[in-house]
């Protein structure tokens, strides 16, 4: 297991910033076994709460999965150099996303694992999951990409 004072300061682990970090914390990160296990309290303050229907949309679990697949790769890349910024990565897609509930409600606490199955040449795919407890809400198969370079990946495009 991966031991980190940031941990606690999900802030510092992803290039989101402020109102945009969903994460509450993160729980453990096991470089060995590719995987990390990250918390979400949904509150009135959550991003995307909606207060008439007291729930965050399901479809913010595919968010809370990619926020926790960028700090797993901060934590097991880069984080043991103060001065290495967050690496910006894209969502290439979702597989299978599947959920028993139609969103996550007020005072639940989430537990977002996402486990890494496949790495090469700055691709990677992961199985993540989202419970409460012990029961399992949603699940799916995320494929990400992180450039060496942003700037000069996006300029190929433009």
């Not at 031991?3 to 290039?15: A, C, I, Q, S």
């Not at 479809?59 to 880069?78: D, H, K, P, T």
Request: aromatic residues 12%; neutral net charge; proline residues 3%.
């Amino acid at each position: 297991m991966i031991m980190n004072t940031l941990f606690n300061d999900v802030e510092k682990l992803l290039p989101q910033k402020n109102k945009m970090v969903l994460l509450s914390r993160i729980l453990a990160c096991h470089k060995n076994e590719k995987e990390l296990i990250s918390e979400v309290l949904i509150s009135r303050d959550s991003m995307f709460f909606d207060e008439k229907k007291q729930y965050v949309p399901v479809w913010v679990g595919i968010e809370y999965m990619a926020q926790s697949i960028a700090a797993f790769s901060y934590l097991v890349n880069c984080g043991t150099e103060a001065e290495t910024e967050p690496k910006i990565g894209f969502l290439l897609g979702t597989r299978k996303y599947d959920c028993s509930v139609f969103g996550f409600k007020l005072n639940q606490v989430l537990q977002i694992n996402v486990k890494q199955l496949y790495y090469d040449n700055n691709l990677a795919a992961f199985e993540c999951s989202i419970k409460d407890k012990e029961q399992l809400l949603a699940k799916a198969q995320v494929n990400a990409f992180s450039p060496d370079s942003v700037t000069e990946f996006l300029k190929k495009y433009q």
